[in-house]
């Protein structure tokens, strides 16, 4: 009996949703993108340059089956409803498994949910639609102008440079994270210096002479303020203010990321990796669900039914007097505000109670999740500040107190959000306060901080770089490309690092710039608004780049590599260290005419035991440079993990024990230790 076929991207995605949709439905998964551009044609681009920019589209290695058994699937449904992610990005995968699997225009909808819970996902069905073709296009365009700009950039730094790769965000992030490391390099340190009146319950500190600002500058200035003072304050104003302390708004991508790098110490890969796992779905006692709402999203926007629900549990719960109003925001450029910000799909459902069926990473990011939701919509919480100034032969010293009125929001929100009262002592107008006692002390300005992933995050997201949803990735890859390290979680650009970002400077800075990235992410919105044809883009583009590499590879030095002080047994020429694919070797300085290629010695460090086969475990890498555990005993044995083997057998299954983010598990089942 033929049946409703409904097509999603993750397979975890796809059992959630064919429990809430009965058996007139099957739900599949594409396993994410079926196809991507071919590495044909011109530079290997897979776009027809001469031909309006036309993309050539492949399937991606390993997919042929999935596509298979997709076609088989959609000749016998009913109706397919393409029910893929509600950004760009699932957009395009929509339309990529629409014209793959000749899906007939007659007989398919787009459906889209911002949530995976039983109403929202049926609910979606009475709001299908048509693929959004100017998304597709925006997105498809985004894709070639990543696959021109990298693939060139690429292979100019390959052949001219020890650099692996650049692109178009991420020579950017680069650039910011070299620029930082130029401006503490030049930055000189300038001395100053703090006066505090030391009395028994606080202490005052020296803010102005008369009535201007006063800077301090060496110890000479400090003994002149400190032989014109007296051991008598005079206490000339007191000032008390009630201020509102209002709530931050709910999480978008960008600031979800931060928090879990700044809060729950997870890296922005990570908490993206975990949100997903939220998002998709977790088996509770009675239902599996999705806990919260989509992960990749620029809006603090959040549905009214959501608002209603949390104001009845606020009141409920802390009282009326604790329900808040909603926040607006005042971003209006490149907000994709098609669907929500990131929120608990339920607020009835807290943290606490679905704690036994969360891992810790999880119920971390879910609570740091819920209770930004939460105290979102909850009342400001109110302070009296008190400033209390003194004044002492025209030096003027401040005391400042705060005293917590109302607690607001961070009833729910004080383990994320410090707030500590300082209570002063009760001081009257015109009373005299006396001490001898000062406390000078010398400083000296420091240079600017090195970014962090969370900070780095922040200022790309500020200047309209890239998407948010592709921020870990970018990190990653100029970590992965040896492009920068981090020291103490702080970004340090290396040397191969410099030389890649001075070379694109030299060349490219009209290109490889933080106005001309942001100006391209507002044209690349434009295009999914139909105010710019996204191939005149393509066109204006590629017009100004290309002429702009040739001159680079005809012009750029070229780095000679270094050279070991070894002789090539072969020709006699110098023994030269070169970046492969796969990392370092070393190879004749003659090449081509001397192709000799120096072979390492292996080193196989041994992990485990086997628990097979009693031979060892070994650290190896695959072609690709990526480390795995494999037995020393291949072929005969072929055990092998991606994760660190630690030779102990499951207690439930037997297999390999396993350590992975310091957790110890089963390598074959769901055992966790």
């Not at 693929?131 to 990298?150: A, K």
């Not at 979800?256 to 110490?265: E, F, G, S, T, Y």
């Not at 030096?395 to 707030?419: A, H, P, R, W």
């Not at 500590?420 to 001490?435: A, G, V, Y």
Request: proline share 3%.
């Amino acid at each position: 009996m033929s049946k409703n076929l409904v097509i999603v991207e993750s397979p975890a995605k796809s059992k959630t949703i064919e429990k809430y949709l009965g058996s007139d439905f099957k739900v599949v998964s594409s396993k994410g993108h079926i196809r991507d551009l071919a590495t044909s044609g011109k530079y290997g681009f897979g776009v027809d340059i001469d031909n309006g920019f036309t993309p050539k589209y492949v399937a991606i290695r390993g997919k042929k089956k999935d596509i298979t058994a997709l076609k088989n699937d959609v000749k016998k449904a009913n109706k397919v409803y393409l029910a893929t992610d509600p950004d760009r990005e699932g957009e395009a995968i929509s339309w990529h498994l629409k014209d793959e699997l000749g899906i007939d225009e007659n007989n398919y909808e787009r459906i889209v949910f911002n949530e995976i819970t039983k109403n929202a996902v049926i609910d979606s069905f009475n709001h299908a639609r048509k693929i959004d073709d100017l998304m597709v296009r925006s997105q498809e365009t985004r894709r070639i102008l990543d696959r021109i700009i990298g693939f060139r950039l690429s292979k100019l730094m390959q052949s001219k440079t020890g650099g692996k790769s650049a692109g178009r965000v991420q020579s950017v992030a680069l650039k910011l994270i070299v620029d930082k490391e130029n401006e503490i390099n030049n930055f000189k340190s300038e001395e100053y210096w703090t006066i505090d009146a030391i009395f028994n319950d606080f202490n005052a500190s020296l803010f102005k002479y008369k009535n201007d600002k006063i800077k301090i500058s060496n110890e000479e200035e400090v003994n002149k303020i400190e032989n014109e003072l007296s051991n008598e304050y005079k206490v000339e104003s007191i000032e008390e203010k009630e201020k509102n302390k209002q709530s931050k708004p709910p999480f978008i991508t960008s600031t979800l990321q931060q928090d879990a790098i700044n809060k729950l110490n997870f890296s922005s890969k990570k908490t993206m990796s975990v949100a997903q796992k939220l998002y998709e779905g977790i088996s509770l006692k009675d239902e599996t669900v999705g806990l919260i709402t989509y992960m990749r999203t620029d809006s603090i926007r959040l549905s009214n039914e959501f608002i209603d629900s949390t104001n009845n549990y606020i009141k409920d719960n802390y009282g009326k007097e604790y329900v808040g109003s909603v926040k607006k925001s005042k971003k209006t450029e490149n907000v994709q505000d098609a669907h929500e910000a990131i929120r608990p799909s339920s607020i009835n459902r807290t943290p606490e109670s679905i704690k036994d069926y969360l891992t810790d990473d999880e119920y971390k990011l879910y609570s740091l999740i819920y209770f930004r939701a939460l105290a979102s919509l909850m009342a400001p919480s109110k302070v009296k500040s008190t400033s209390i100034v003194l004044e002492n032969n025209n030096y003027k010293f401040k005391i400042n107190g705060q005293v917590t009125l109302f607690d607001g929001y961070l009833k729910v929100y004080k383990d994320y959000e410090k707030s500590e009262d300082n209570k002063l002592p009760d001081i009257k107008d015109d009373s005299i306060l006396k001490t001898d006692k000062l406390d000078k002390k010398q400083h000296f300005t420091e240079p600017p901080a090195r970014y962090s992933e969370s900070s780095l995050i922040k200022e790309m997201e500020s200047l309209g770089i890239g998407r948010p949803s592709t921020y870990a990735q970018t990190i990653s890859t100029i970590i992965d490309r040896g492009y920068v390290k981090l020291v103490q979680k702080k970004f340090i650009p290396t040397e191969i690092g410099i030389e890649t970002n001075n070379k694109l400077q030299e060349y490219f800075s009209n290109l490889i710039n933080v106005k001309y990235t942001a100006k391209m992410e507002e044209d690349l919105d434009s295009i999914s608004n139909g105010s710019i044809v996204w191939n005149e883009l393509l066109k204006k583009f590629y017009k100004e780049f290309e002429p702009m590499v040739e001159n680079a590879f005809e012009n750029m030095e070229k780095k000679e590599p270094e050279k070991t002080g070894e002789k090539c047994p072969e020709c006699n020429s110098d023994l030269v260290i070169r970046n492969g694919k796969y990392g370092k070797f070393v190879s004749c300085s003659n090449y081509p005419n001397c192709k000799y290629i120096k072979k390492e010695a292996k080193q196989n460090v041994e992990v485990c035991d086997c628990i097979k086969c009693g031979q060892k475990i070994v650290e190896r890498k695959t072609k690709k440079g990526k480390i795995f555990y494999g037995c020393s005993n291949f072929p005969k044995c072929k055990e092998a993990f991606w994760d660190l083997p630690i030779g102990e057998k499951c207690p439930e299954c037997n297999n390999m024990l396993v350590k992975k983010d310091d957790k110890i598990k089963c390598s074959a089942c769901d055992y966790e230790k």
